[in-house]
């Protein structure tokens, strides 16, 4: 059964703590996407990876740092740097021939304690 | 810059046909997106449109764009209790989505009975 996994769906944060939101795909998909929900407002982009062992930037970078060394995976750590990480945060991937759909996961859902 | 725009909210009595209105600024966008989110959940694509086209049909789902105004409608036809949910327009900007997709705030659809 193919598609995209986050873990955890619920996460809770302490001050000054650094946490990590997992994405696994099993699509065989060269891209990778984080993406920050608010309440009432669109997706923004944090991070995107279009091949392993390297990613870019999106619009909202301060305070997030990721990594992509297999091609399966590419988890997002909300570090103590991300003075309002409270969102729902939501990994997609993309296919770079035929099927340049971005398709999501379930998401995770950050809450400050 | 890039920028997607949609009314935040629509009621329909179940059974009428519901229409979702959204406008985009880059004239370069090659994918335009629908997006279905329901509560505490990922996105699930619902139907995308290519530039070239005026018009895509999918059973209960037709898409318009109309280039010249940038302006794209989802419409549902016997929008049923289960169409409940917030709908997102996506565009790919000239990247085709390579790099990331510009989503509007998002239309939270209710039905009624």
């Known amino acids: 059964d193919g598609g995209i996994t986050q873990s955890p769906k619920y996460l809770f944060r302490k001050e000054g703590q650094n946490v990590t939101l997992s994405c696994e795909q099993n699509l065989n998909h060269d891209a990778m996407y984080w993406y920050r929900q608010d309440p009432g407002q669109g997706l923004r982009l944090i991070y995107y990876?279009?091949?392993?062992?390297?990613?870019q930037k999106g619009d909202i970078a301060e305070g997030y740092s990721v990594s992509r060394e297999k091609k399966e995976s590419f988890p997002l750590t909300v570090t103590s740097a991300q003075k309002n990480p409270t969102a729902f945060y939501l990994c997609?991937?993309?296919?770079?021939?035929?099927?340049?759909?971005?398709?999501f996961g379930p998401g995770t859902r950050l809450l400050v304690l | 810059g890039e920028d997607v725009e949609q009314s935040l909210f629509l009621s329909v009595r179940e059974g009428d046909s519901s229409v979702i209105n959204c406008t985009y600024t880059d004239s370069s966008s090659t994918y335009l997106y629908w997006y279905k989110q329901e509560p505490g959940a990922g996105l699930q694509l619902l139907t995308y449109i290519f530039s070239n086209m005026d018009m895509k049909q999918d059973q209960r789902l037709t898409v318009l764009l109309n280039k010249k105004d940038k302006h794209l409608s989802l419409r549902i036809a016997d929008t049923q209790t289960g169409d409940s949910a917030i709908y997102f327009c996506?565009?790919?900007?000239?990247?085709?989505?390579?790099?990331?997709?510009?989503f509007g705030a998002g239309t939270r659809l209710a039905v009624h009975p």
């Open positions: 996506a565009d790919s900007g000239s990247t085709g989505g390579y790099n990331k997709l510009i």
């Open positions: 997609a991937s993309r296919g770079t021939s035929g099927d340049e759909t971005q398709y």
């Open positions: 990876s279009q091949i392993v062992n390297d990613f």
